[in-house]
């Protein structure tokens, strides 16, 4: 029996497909003839792979290894865990099928914090074109000079040496105390746990600080200080300890919420919220800012975004922030505060988050504080029209403010 064959014509689809074919075919082929993976690895057997330190002095770096042939290149990689950041190092070494590097890593004091995680790796190259990476050695880079101990709270790790114990107990209550205060005042709070490292002397506490100079060092003393995102050292020795961990509580707090790439908070805000969270303004900030307000002398707002070039003005700067700070709790609330720093969070200027969140620029604002507080507008460029609305509501809210201040005095 005599069989027919059918042959088709190809349709529009089978015909789109013919050239792919051709060209994964031919990309195949291309694939084939490439030389290896970079990664793909000459047999290598680590013997060594160590890190060790010397607290705010060096971090050493050691690595042996049998290679089957001599590497071209040794590279180290380390930085900060969970950051993007690496530092790249090309150390010296001899080639050989028995390698042995040797790095220390010179450190400043104060370049990284206690506790704070670290990491590093080696990549060796060789002359085919492969490559080597060790595993990743991760270390906690520890004040190993004092024996320490922790306490340990909702949010926060506490850690002393020596007798400091019943201090340390005192002081954590203190912190998550403050951190309430930050939550229902101001609106804002983190999950993330925060390291707080209790020093007893100015000379303990020095060795983890970052030098600025000489003269500065020998006639300025740091009760506290943030040194990483999420880890505060702190002062005992000092008579204000509590104040000075709720102020830099804030800063810490605050500083997580509106973290971003592109702009920071202004200073007089980010100030003005930590002496907030210490909760009643201390006197020798109060008498300042009174003595101003009486000589109608206070501070301008946008002069306050950086810090004053003058010392006789540290005070009144510390009183004035507060000052504007309880002005925009008392009168906006604080959803309006958590909602400012959400907007800063997103990297805005002040003068934009101001206007988005209080309908205010910097003079509006300092308009409104200064008349809360019984002062006239400051005189600005130009003249303002009678009927102007705007400023007319502006000094109609100030004016309801102070009534509700007076009331309460009263």
């Keep these: 029996m005599l069989q027919s064959k059918t042959f088709r014509t190809p349709t529009r689809a089978s015909a789109r497909l013919a050239p792919r074919w051709l060209f994964l075919l031919t990309l195949l082929v291309l694939l084939g003839a490439m030389p290896p993976c970079s990664f793909a690895a000459a047999p290598v057997q680590i013997r060594t792979n160590d890190v060790s330190f010397t607290f705010s002095e060096a971090i050493y770096f050691d690595l042996e290894a049998k290679t089957a042939q001599p590497p071209s290149l040794v590279i180290l990689f380390y930085g900060v865990d969970n ?12 080639p050989d099928t028995n390698l042995t590097v040797q790095y220390t890593e010179e450190l400043e004091p ?7 995680i670290l990491r590093s790796y080696w990549r060796l190259q060789f002359a085919d074109g492969s490559q080597f990476e060790t595993p990743t050695v991760r270390f906690a880079y520890t004040d190993d000079r004092f024996d320490w101990q922790s306490l340990s709270g909702a949010t926060i790790d506490l850690h002393y040496y020596g007798g400091a114990k019943r201090q340390a107990a005192d002081l954590l209550v203190a912190a998550q105390q403050a951190l309430t205060r930050l939550s229902n005042d101001v609106g804002v709070a983190t999950e993330r746990r925060l390291q707080i490292y209790l020093y007893n002397s100015v000379r303990d506490m020095s060795g983890a600080l970052s030098q600025r100079s000489a003269v500065f060092d020998s006639q300025v003393t740091t009760l506290g200080v943030a040194v990483s995102d999420d880890t505060l050292l702190l002062l005992g ?15 810490l707090v605050v500083g997580l919420a509106t973290d971003n790439p592109y702009a920071g908070l202004p200073r007089w805000l980010d100030e003005g919220l930590a002496m907030y969270a210490e909760g009643q303004l ?13 000589n109608n002398d206070l501070l301008t707002i946008r002069s306050m975004s950086s810090y ?14 507060y000052s504007v700070v309880d002005y ?8 309006k505060m958590r909602t400012l720093l959400g907007v800063f969070a997103k990297g805005s200027l002040q003068q934009d988050a101001l206007r988005q969140v209080y309908g205010l620029d910097l003079d509006g604002l300092d308009a409104a504080w200064r008349a809360s507080l019984g002062l006239p507008p400051r005189e600005l460029p130009g003249d303002v029209a009678e009927g102007d609305t705007w400023l ?19």
């Design 110 to 116: 104060g370049q990284y914090a206690p506790g704070q």
């Design 328 to 335: 925009m709790l008392q009168a906006y609330g604080r959803d």
């Design 237 to 251: 020795s000092d008579s204000n300890v509590k104040l000075t961990l709720a102020h830099e509580l804030s800063h």
């Design 308 to 321: 004053s070039g003058q010392a006789e003005q540290v005070d009144l700067y510390y009183g004035s922030v």
């Design 392 to 410: 007319q509501s502006l000094l109609h809210v100030a004016s309801m403010y102070q009534a509700a201040v007076n009331a309460r005095a009263a």
């Design 83 to 94: 950051e993007p950041m690496w530092r790249r190092i090309y150390p010296t070494f001899t």
């Design 282 to 294: 201390p006197r020798v900030n109060q008498i300042a800012l009174q003595q101003a307000i009486k």
